[in-house]
């Protein structure tokens, strides 16, 4: 069809990563189309406990100091963060929203642990193996106890912050991890917006940040996080490296 939008999607990466063929730069990216499209494959693809870890270790130090109860997490993804941040007691409560269906019944998944199985045991079975597999399922009850305790306290949501109906200063922190990145400069001009109203006291992010405008492929973006933010009103008290492109800043109302 004539008027058929060429959509940009994530088989183009995997066509440019597998077979050597160019990113067609001229695609349209729409960031709902594409993590429709590519929600439930960015999930399976943590496929190894460290890209869970992912910043974790610097976002548990900047909350536990800044005393933080109530977050919210735009642009969640699968909720990746979200019970290291619990679990570690540096947050109360998370409301945690996404503009993508595909990804938010992956947090669903991810979020929902295990039902423990009392172990089985052979007749050969020795007094010491039985006692070494029952305390394993026992902390593993307790574990998997703790988990569903947790998942209480993530209030999950379909949203975009350009329809968002939260009352301002609802929240001690408004944050995004690796989401801004996926945004034009016209969406992020009103999502910083959105997330210095919701928050009382700071705003953190994590976010791709290589030179100001970069734009390398349709997905991708580099913005000047520091500049839009004080620009708005906000002050920054930390901006750090934390590898591979990626930046962590903090700002204060």
């Known amino acids: 069809m004539e008027n058929q939008i060429n959509f940009f999607t994530v088989q183009d990466i995997y066509n440019h990563a597998d077979k050597q063929i160019d990113i067609d730069i001229t695609k349209v990216y729409d960031p709902l189309h594409f993590w429709e499209d590519y929600g439930d494959k960015y999930f399976k693809g943590f496929d190894k406990p460290q890209e869970f870890h992912k910043y974790i270790a610097w976002l548990l130090m900047k909350l536990k100091v800044l005393k933080v109860d109530t977050l919210y997490d735009a642009g969640c993804g699968f909720c990746r963060v979200e019970p290291f941040l619990l679990e ?25 642990p295990t039902i423990p199985l009392k172990p089985q045991f052979k007749p050969e079975a020795t007094e010491e193996e039985r006692k070494k597999a029952d305390e394993e399922f026992k902390k593993t009850e307790e574990d998997y106890t703790k988990a569903v305790e ?20 609802s929240y001690d922190c408004t944050m995004t991890v690796e989401c801004m990145q996926h945004l034009p400069i016209s969406s992020v001009r009103y999502a910083i917006k959105e997330l210095q109203k919701l928050s009382r006291k700071y705003v953190i992010i994590v976010e791709r940040f290589v030179f100001d405008g970069e734009h390398p ?12 933010m004080t620009d708005i009103g906000l002050k920054l008290i930390e901006a750090t490296i934390l590898g591979n492109g990626m930046v962590g800043m903090v700002f204060k109302k």
């Open 150 to 169: 947790r998942i209480k306290h993530i209030d999950i949501r379909k949203q975009t912050l350009k329809w968002s109906t939260i009352p301002p200063d």
């Open 217 to 228: 492929v349709p997905h991708l973006w580099s913005h000047n996080y520091a500049k839009m």
């Open 88 to 112: 570690a007691g540096v947050v109360k409560d998370i409301t945690a929203v996404d503009i993508s269906q595909k990804q938010l019944d992956c947090a669903k998944i991810y979020l929902t």
